[in-house]
């Protein structure tokens, strides 16, 4: 999508999606307005230290305070939602933080952006909303759940709401590959399963996805990019090569394979060149529906153990040093 003479907000802004998007939107558009909305005020004054341009505008915030966001989204056309609490342990350990940041915040975030006329409405989930096991993945569900019956409050006002749904990304905080890159030193790198098999996507190819969905949006749908697999053995052999692999065991709330579509979910999903769509169960509010890409089978599910797709560790390697 042109974003040029638009006004953004992004959420979660100095995260790990959000410094990437703000870079690429900068270096490719020209927005009238770019804002940057976060909790941290030590990565903002980083990042304002980072990027100089005229129309970067940065304000603290949580998602929590929707009062702070109707302030920040006065006079914006876009939002990007990529604020959350997303570290599985943390999250099962601390329920009511990650309830009231990616539950409650969701529906802040819905409910400003309706009383602020905001127009596009986009936001980040992940393979674990789709048949969750943690609070992490159930939360995450439920955001999406909100933010495609958001359309039933914000259609006639035109403010439209829907949601991207992606696996595992390379260089992101918290990921594996950082743990594996400090354990290499040591000759030794510890593993969960060796069966465990993971979708993968780099930084820039999720903000790429972002930013060509908020074009193709009409308001309900979750889209899926077509990604490849992992196995965990081949990702350990492409950062720590040579390294003695330790055995430890899944860890409470994790998956042994990823899922991106369920076999339910199939039902309402479209299948295009690139990506899949996931059409809206409900759509009340006069939702255009789509007639680009095929209907799939019964019972498909795109799931990591199963995907045609998979990465050897010399493709691994090349995604992790690019």
Known sequence: MDLTNASILVTGGTGSFGTRFVQTVLAGHAPRRLAV??????????????????ALRFFLGDVRDKERLLRAMHDIDIVVHAAALKQIPACEYNPFEAIQTNVIGAKNVI?????????????LSTDKACKPI??????????????VQGNAYGHRRGTHFACVRYGNVIGSRGSVIPLFQAQRAAGVVSVTDPKMTRFWITL??????????????????IFVPKLPTTRILDLAEAVAPGCRVEFVGI???EKLHEVLISEDE??????????????PVSPTW???????????????????????????????RSLVDG
């Open 286 to 316: 006069g939702y255009q529906a789509w007639t680009e890409g095929r209907r799939l089978a019964g019972g498909y599910s795109y799931a990591s153990d199963t995907n045609d797709h998979v990465l050897t560790p010399a493709e691994m």
């Open 204 to 221: 820039q190819q999720g903000v790429d996805f972002v930013a060509r969905c908020l074009g193709l949006m009409r308001g309900g749908e």
């Open 37 to 54: 909305f976060s909790r941290d005020e030590l990565k903002q004054s980083e990042m304002q230290g980072r990027l100089k341009h005229p």
């Open 266 to 279: 199939a039902r309402q999903a479209l299948e295009l060149p690139e990506m899949f769509v996931l059409e």
């Open 111 to 123: 409910d400003a952006a309706i009383d602020s006329g905001v127009k596009r409405v986009i936001a």
């Open 134 to 147: 943690n609070l992490y993945g159930a939360t995450k569900l439920c955001a999406e759940k909100l933010f």
């Open 251 to 253: 860890r409470p709330g």
